[in-house]
């Protein structure tokens, strides 16, 4: 049996970690045995504002998990079918980013969500290879601002693709991938 290496990933939210920590962020335990799926749990819900939290904006990054339709746009409107899935995403209704936006009084718009179905914690997509995994997401992003919205809440919801689709075996190249998309939101002025 192999021993199991405890790494941190940061991922989202709390009440209290929202207003205490750099880019508003949780730490995710994740177990380098077997495969690891980097994607948040579950949304808590909140009636607090976004104000509370001196958030103006919520930025999305990764993949199907948090996608509104950037896939569906992508592909004229052919994937994801309807109507087994709801306004190009790949649920059958809003995604949970989209619920907490609301929870906070915000929206989440494809100016601000990056996500593409298919992505993964590096550079590739495996839908189609034209289509950007997290990393290139994030340069995006970074590329179209100087500075990175110091009252943006930045999520990172992203991994099973690595592990599903991309033959990564261990969970270090996809917490690295993540380490380094965390660490250039950061760098560029994103708390």
Known sequence: ????????VSLIFPEYWLRTHPLRTITFQAFGIGSLSLL???VIQSSVQASSFNIDEIYVFGDSNVDIG?????TGGA???APLYAEGRFTNG???VEYLAQSLGLTVNAATNFAFGGANTGTLNTINPSWPGVLTQVNQYLNSVTVADP????IIA????DYLFGGITEPVEAVNNLEISIRA???MGGN
């Open 1 to 8: 049996m192999s021993t199991s290496k405890r790494l941190s």
């Open 185 to 187: 939101l950061v760098g």
């Open 40 to 42: 948040c749990a579950g």
């Open 94 to 96: 809003p995604v949970w």
């Open 158 to 161: 992203a991994g099973a693709n």
């Open 151 to 154: 009252r943006g809440l930045y």
């Open 79 to 81: 994937f994801p079918p």
């Open 70 to 74: 950037r896939v569906y746009q992508a």
